[in-house]
T-cell receptor, first 115, second 114 residues
Framework: EAGVAQSPRYKIIEKRQSVAFWCNPI?????LYWYQQILGQGPKLLIQ????????DSQLPKDRFSAERLKGVDSTLKIQPAKLEDSAVYLC?????????????FGPGTRLTVL | GDSVTQMEGPVTLSEEAFLTINCTYT??????LFWYVQYPGEGLQLLLK?????DKGSNKGFEATYRKETTSFHLEKGSVQVSDSAVYFC?????????????FGKGTKLSVKP
């Protein structure tokens, strides 16, 4: 079974530029998550989708971050414009559902460096 | 709000040493508790979990017991190997303000020397 795919794996941009990350979840997984992991910290949830609807985006900085999952499958996360403090690893995860027995499977992440 | 606190790293051990990584939590109600592991260059993987008080999660020689009275979920392994070198994250999934999402600790980096 293929895991969660993310691209690119690495990205370096200058502040005020825009950037987009892509995630393809495990086939059949209804729930998709984007996390931000700053160096030395644990992952922090940015947004959660159930199929193509947003369940929780309370920690997403909506003035610069946006995300979509138009067909309920793959998803993109965009930052525009980027700030220095956005340097982090962006993790995508998917799960069959949201209950406690639904394990979240994580992709390898995209490491973003903002100069 | 809900939170997880785990011991600061890095932790360096010799092969076959005993491992404990402490984890305590603050949560409303009765959360489920997890340990995730992140090997170098790889994504997070679920190591073990416990969904109610006194449950013991175990996998690959690692164990953790859900202690409601001390709000703890310490990770232990009797004899570590070089291949256990990784970053370990304690996490909870609550039912209150976190809306059932995973809340992670800061991670503890483990290095095992041969």
């Amino acid at each position: 079974e293929a895991g969660v795919a993310q691209s690119p794996r690495y990205k370096i941009i200058e502040k005020r530029q825009s950037v987009a990350f892509w995630c393809n979840p495990i086939s059949g997984h209804a729930t998709l998550y984007w996390y931000q992991q700053i160096l030395g910290q644990g992952p922090k949830l940015l947004i959660q989708f159930q199929n193509n609807g947003v369940v929780d985006d309370s920690q997403l900085p909506k003035d610069r971050f946006s995300a979509e999952r138009l067909k309920g499958v793959d998803s993109t996360l965009k930052i525009q414009p980027a700030k220095l403090e956005d340097s982090a690893v962006y993790l995508c995860a998917s799960s069959p559902g949201t209950g406690v027995d639904n394990e979240q499977f994580f992709g390898p992440g995209t490491r973003l460096t903002v100069l | 709000g809900d939170s997880v606190t785990q011991m600061e790293g890095p932790v360096t051990l010799s092969e076959e040493a005993f491992l404990t990584i402490n984890c305590t939590y603050t949560a409303t109600g009765y959360p489920s508790l997890f340990w995730y592991v992140q090997y170098p260059g790889e994504g997070l993987q679920l190591l073990l979990k416990a969904t109610k008080a006194d449950d013991k999660g175990s996998n690959k020689g690692f164990e953790a017991t859900y202690r409601k009275e001390t709000t703890s979920f310490h990770l232990e392994k009797g004899s570590v190997q070089v291949s256990d070198s990784a970053v370990y994250f304690c996490a909870l999934k609550g039912y209150g303000g976190s809306q059932g999402n995973l809340i992670f600790g800061k991670g503890t980096k483990l290095s095992v020397k041969p």
